[in-house]
């Protein structure tokens, strides 16, 4: 975004500064500002003014056209202003739909950032494991200390990172963020700290599934302590509520003293409802889980064996696998081995091969770049990498992971395993099986045909079951260009049916002067945008008025349903399709009433241009009086 730093700040500047601005938003090429006094904004100086198109007033919006990077622009221009989050382009309908979708959406976007240091570091974690295994150096060592203390600090201090980047997401202050993480990693909250420090002051809920030792109170309420390091979920609540209390008091708190008490509000709000409710909730949820998988085995072992093989890796997503471990060492303690966990030996190494089966399937380099890492630190039992950055966002893989931790889960469970010490991840986990009594390795030989099982169950459906639907871009100069080669000569056919009209003679000087694209305009004579080619969804705006697609070879087109048609903010549009949906040629994208958009006084000519056409030797527009969905509209010659 710097490199568009200059630029918001002469148009802020020219726009009279930020005192003169009301409100901001922006459509797809635009930024539209509702100005206090539109007359001390310098219209001349921003007309001429690199990096800006033209200048428009209309509808009370002094508009500055910038063209298809205007997101870009718009956020730098809020982040100078101080106009706090963004209004326009972060709307629900391009979000994902339900629950589920938007806690994947929320999860992989947080860990999108750090998944080539989290690789990197897990990878570490690996070797160390390996040198050690080989003898090359003592747990003890400075060697082991060194590289685990650098392998492991990303894993163990995530809330950190995450706050940091959650708090970026949901549009907080970044180090507000950071705090938040930083507070739930405190030594001293922690319960393993508190437990070991003293005698709980009561128990809640005494004899129940949820029995809680309360070590502090705060404000006479008590605080059910959980480890939180290494933990996800709930630095990820916290920080989300922590961004509606920042909206909120920053209402409230006058200006000249908001810089440190917004935070300090928000901190003293968040932090305490955080520990008091998140902590309980997930201490609550993962007693529950452990409590109701050690009455499942008491039923059957086999089952319960499945059952933790398929779900282990969503529990550690949760933190509820933390109900398991105590059973696990009251087991080891009590009767010298444990039964329960068994399950969970396997599920990382099904991980590990959904990984490798996708790498033959990924498009996006970047993506396939990373699955080599994943793997080596997966065979190592390190699969946060391949779990937050690789299958989890795609979902099935991810399921596929869970089903192979199943069947893995089944061998163990049939075989009747033990495990006798809670010790290495993965590959170094294969010795917990050895009976130290008498030696029997039977629990080893099991254990390694049980990842193999797991490993083939995940690798198999992955590459059967599973395909890459994404479209392939790639970064170049902070510009997103198509991957795909372009033909020689392609054909867009029309999006609208009704009367095609010269684009110079659009009553937009934006559209009219070409410099947002080349092709041509329709007045609709039937509300219904369709796709005139094969191809993927690039952008689809909030208020729905405006569509940018990509066909399959690589043409950018931008179909702008009538003049300032933003202002009516949705209404009388439908949308059919979202943002990186594939469509095919004759689809229904969006639905529009002619009429009612007509009574309310916007002129309907639709822009239809080509948006990347300095890509091309020529952009050939035909214009018959009228035009069917299915006739040809535009030429495009590379």
């Known amino acids: ?26 459509c797809i090429t635009r930024l539209r500002f509702k100005l206090k006094d539109e007359s001390i904004a310098n219209d001349n100086v921003l007309k001429n003014m690199d990096g800006v198109v033209t200048v428009m007033k209309s509808g009370g919006q002094y508009q500055v056209v910038i063209g298809n990077h205007v997101p870009d622009v718009y956020s730098v221009v809020c982040d100078l202003a101080g106009l706090g989050g963004d209004t326009s382009d972060n709307s629900e309908s391009d979000s994902p739909k339900g629950i589920f979708n938007k806690f994947i959406d929320i999860i992989s976007g947080v860990f999108q950032p750090i998944l080539g240091v989290m690789c990197a570091a897990g990878m570490i974690k690996g070797f160390n494991a390996i040198f050690l295994a080989l003898g090359l150096y003592a747990q003890t060592s400075g060697e082991y200390i060194m590289l685990n203390s650098i392998g492991d600090a990303i894993f163990q201090y995530m809330p950190i990172i995450l706050g940091f980047i959650a708090a970026k997401k ?18 001293g909250i922690q319960l393993a700290t508190l437990s070991a420090s003293s005698e709980p002051l009561y128990t809640l809920f005494a004899g129940t599934m949820i029995e809680s030792p309360v070590y502090i109170t705060f404000l006479g309420l008590p605080v059910i302590a959980m480890d939180y390091t290494s933990t996800v979920v709930p630095v990820i609540l916290i920080v989300y509520l922590a961004s509606k209390l920042e909206k909120m008091f920053d209402k409230i708190i006058p200006d000249v003293v908001k810089n440190f008490f917004v935070p300090m509000a928000v901190l003293l709000v968040s932090l305490p409802i955080g520990f008091m409710l998140v902590g309980p909730i997930a201490t609550f949820g993962a007693n529950m889980v452990g409590n109701g998988f050690l009455s499942l085995y008491n039923f059957s072992p086999i089952l319960c064996c499945v059952l933790v093989g398929l779900f282990w890796q969503a529990l550690v997503i949760f933190g509820l696998h933390w109900g398991l471990i105590p059973i696990a060492i009251s087991n080891m303690m009590t009767m010298g081995f444990d039964t329960i966990l068994v399950g969970a ?43 937050y950055g690789i299958t989890l966002p795609r979902k099935k893989p991810f399921i596929y ?36 009594a008498t030696g029997d390795m039977t629990g080893v030989y099991t254990s390694i045909v049980a990842a193999i099982v797991a490993a083939i ?40 049916k009704g009367e095609v009209k010269a684009l110079d003679q659009v009553q937009d000087a ?25 191809g993927t969804v690039m952008t689809l705006f909030p208020t729905k008025h405006a569509i940018g697609i990509v066909s399959d070879n690589g043409c950018e087109l931008l179909v702008h349903i009538g003049l300032n048609t933003v202002q009516l903010d949705g209404k009388y549009f439908k949308s059919f399709v979202k943002q990186g949906d594939k469509i095919k040629k004759g689809q229904t994208l969006v639905t529009f009433d ?16 080509v948006t990347n056409y300095s890509d091309y030797v020529d952009v050939v527009g035909k214009t018959p009086k009228n035009i069917n969905n299915s006739q040809e509209l535009i030429t495009v010659l590379a």
């Not at 630029?7 to 009301?22: C, Q, R, T, W, Y």
């Not at 410099?515 to 329709?522: D, E, K, M, P, S």
């Open 457 to 496: 169950v995940g690798f198999v459906l992955t590459f059967l079951l599973w395909k890459d639907d994404t479209v392939v871009e790639e970064s170049n100069d902070n510009k997103e260009q198509s991957t795909i080669v372009k033909t020689k000569r392609e054909i867009i056919y029309s999006p609208i």
């Open 510 to 534: 934006a559209f009219s002067s070409g410099v947002l694209g080349q092709g041509v305009a329709i007045v609709p004579k039937e509300g219904k945008v369709v796709a005139p080619f094969d």
């Open 345 to 387: 030996f396997a599920p990382s190494f099904a991980q590990t091969a959904v990984v490798a089966a996708m790498y033959f399937k990924l498009k996006d380099k970047k993506i396939k770049e990373l699955c080599i890492p994943a793997v080596i630190s997966g065979i190592c039992g390190v699969t946060e990498p391949a779990i």
């Open 1 to 26: 975004m710097k490199k568009y730093e200059q630029l918001a700040k002469d148009i802020i500047f020219n726009v009279g500064g930020k005192e003169n601005i009301s409100s901001l938003s922006h």
């Open 170 to 187: 949901f549009k907080l202050k970044p180090f507000v963020g950071m705090l938040i993480g930083a507070a739930l990693c405190y030594p």
């Open 401 to 436: 992971s869970c089903i192979g931790g199943a069947a893995a889960g089944a061998v163990m469970g049939v075989m009747n395993i033990k495990g006798y010490v809670m010790g290495g991840l993965g590959i170094f986990g294969i010795p917990n099986y050895i009976n130290p």
């Open 594 to 609: 002619i009429e009612k958009i007509s009574k309310e006084g916007y002129c309907l000519e639709t822009p239809v241009v």
